[in-house]
């Protein structure tokens, strides 16, 4: 546990307290009561279950030594009154965990988050500098990687572990900024030098009221968080990206933007082989021919805004550009679990929104003689309104599909199922994931691909409460050995 700090050194800006309590000691922050101990500071925060209030008697039973929270907050302890609990919690972790990399890069947008962030990780190290990658995957370290569940984790654990990050010498940070840790101000508070956006498609409208509220949350990384003269790096392919770029200007922001409508890094060509694929791409007039050792274009793009985001960085752009050629795939993202003894490739990957669907499944056609076959789920507490959109995608651009369970979280999965099996009337319904592999492994033909989206890196099938231990790649691979064993 970090030392206890004076109240005095980690105050949100402009607001005063009584003399006697600046010298409170601070032993630590919560946002959950119960995770508080002796001398903790609790913030009360409203939620979409509850509200943190509730919990204040709890917290101070537990020893907090003082509340966070609006005006009209009651307790038995010195309260700390701000207007928005949750800004000033992000302020006040980022005072109690001091310390961040000098050059923080946040990239916002639907897909494509964590596969940037960990490009752009890999041109800085391979640029000399002692860089991180922080999201969906954890932290990422040229040491290895470590997770904590959350795309953007809370304000008090993201800044305790960019300070840890600090401490350990890393320079360059690139972090994903998730829509909900926008919304819920969990990275303010990080000095933002440079800002990605991806694309913007359908997802978490379960927790936005609608588009323009999506929109907006993943606006504030560059409206309120990207300081004026700060870079914005915009792949302009899509109406949203486009939208971005002109507020983006507006805001006086220095913007670079990439794809095929890209002004600054322009693509030209893409040429797919069976492993790679050949860019031809135009950066300030100059062409460039470049072998990405990656397939698909979603990751062309990703690479794409990641070298943009490099350059903006200080890299210099021959070098960023050579280093694609280098890059290596981000682990749960369209990497190889292995082969049938034919040759039919099995490939996991993250695809969890239609966009996502659509493109994992156009990024195969080229690589595929035979059929696709696909299996996949949707996310339980998500999203519903994704469901039969992504039945659809997968009725359209996959010859066979299989659909199965997905983290069905509270709901009931064959609902989910259900409302997925509704778009696709000729998909077959297998609920157990295991099974569904097996079978898929089981039908290949030489020729075929075999994509098994939705679950990527993640280790376990959140069934209820409860976290089974299941990995898509062990059982692709399993069932890879069961199938050319003959067993
Ligand atoms: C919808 C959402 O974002 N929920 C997150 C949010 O919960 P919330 O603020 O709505 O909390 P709540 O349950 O209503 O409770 C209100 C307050 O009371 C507190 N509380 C609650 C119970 C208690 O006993 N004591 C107590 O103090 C809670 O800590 C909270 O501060 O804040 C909590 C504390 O940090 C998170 O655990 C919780 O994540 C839930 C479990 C979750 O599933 N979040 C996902 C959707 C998420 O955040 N995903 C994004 C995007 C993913 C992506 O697209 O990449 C991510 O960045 O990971
Ligand atoms: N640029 C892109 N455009 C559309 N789809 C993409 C793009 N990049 C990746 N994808 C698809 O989305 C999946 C998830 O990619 P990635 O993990 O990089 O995204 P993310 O934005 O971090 O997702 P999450 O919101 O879960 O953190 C990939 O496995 C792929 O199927
Ligand atoms: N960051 C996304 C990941 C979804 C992955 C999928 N496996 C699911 O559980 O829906 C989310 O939390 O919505
Ligand atoms: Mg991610």
């Known amino acids: 546990m970090n030392a206890a700090r004076p109240l005095r050194d980690i105050l949100p800006d402009g607001v005063t307290l009584d003399d006697t309590l600046l010298d409170l000691p601070v032993a630590g922050l919560a946002l959950d009561s119960r995770s508080v101990q002796p001398g903790f500071v609790f913030a009360a925060l409203p939620g979409v279950k509850a509200h943190g209030r509730q919990f204040i008697p709890m917290a101070e039973d537990k020893g907090a030594a003082a509340i966070l929270g609006t005006p009209d907050t009651a307790t038995r302890k010195p309260l700390i009154a701000v207007e928005d609990p949750r800004e000033a919690l992000a302020q006040m972790a980022s005072k109690f965990y001091p310390g961040q990399p000098d050059t923080v890069a946040a990239v916002t947008g639907t897909n494509g988050k964590s596969s940037t ?42 800044h305790q572990a960019i300070s840890e990050l600090r401490v350990k010498g890393v320079t360059h940070l690139a972090m994903e900024a998730s829509s909900h840790g926008l919304k819920q101000r969990r990275m303010d508070g990080v000095t933002v ?24 949350s993943k606006m504030r990384l560059f409206d309120t968080l990207l300081p004026k003269g700060g870079s914005a790096v915009v792949d302009v392919d899509t109406q949203w990206g486009a939208r971005v770029a002109a507020r983006a200007e507006e805001l006086g922001l220095e913007v670079f933007t990439v794809g095929w409508a890209g002004r600054d890094l322009q693509l030209k060509e893409i040429t797919p082989h069976p492993a790679s694929q050949d860019i031809e791409l135009v950066y300030q007039g100059e062409a460039h021919s470049i072998t990405l050792p990656l397939i698909g274009e979603f990751q062309a793009a990703n690479a794409l805004m990641a070298t943009g985001l490099a350059i903006r960085s200080g890299v210099a752009p021959g070098a960023a550009l050579e280093s694609l050629k ?140 409860e976290v089974i231990a299941f990995d898509d790649g062990e059982t692709a691979r399993q069932a890879l050995a069961r199938r050319e064993g003959g067993s």
């Open 326 to 465: 280098h890059l290596t795939g981000v682990p749960g993202r369209l990497e190889q679990a292995g082969k049938t003894r034919q040759g039919s490739p099995v490939l996991i990957d993250y695809a969890h929104t239609p966009d996502g669907l659509e493109k994992l499944l156009r990024a195969a056609r080229p690589h595929t003689q035979g059929r696709i076959v696909l299996v996949f789920g949707a996310g339980g507490d998500r999203d519903p309104t994704k469901r039969a959109k992504m039945g659809e995608v997968a009725r359209k651009l996959a010859d066979l599909s299989i659909v199965t369970d997905d983290n069905p979280r509270s709901e009931d999965p064959a609902k989910i199922r259900k409302a997925i099996l509704e778009a696709c009337p000729g998909a077959r319904e297998i609920g157990d994931r295991g099974e569904a592999i097996y079978t898929a492994v089981s039908l290949l033909d030489a020729g075929d691909t075999l994509l098994i989206a939705g679950k990527g890196h993640e280790t376990g099938q959140t069934v209820g409460d």
């Open 193 to 216: 030098s440079l800002a990605g956006f991806t694309n913007l498609t359908q997802d978490h409208l379960d927790y936005h009221s609608d588009f323009e509220d999506y929109f907006a």
């Open 117 to 158: 962030v960990e490009f752009l990780r890999q041109i800085w190290s391979r640029a000399g500098f002692e860089a991180a990658a922080l999201g969906t995957l954890g932290v990422t370290l040229a040491s290895g990687r470590t997770e904590f569940g959350y795309t953007t984790p809370d304000a008090i654990r993201l």
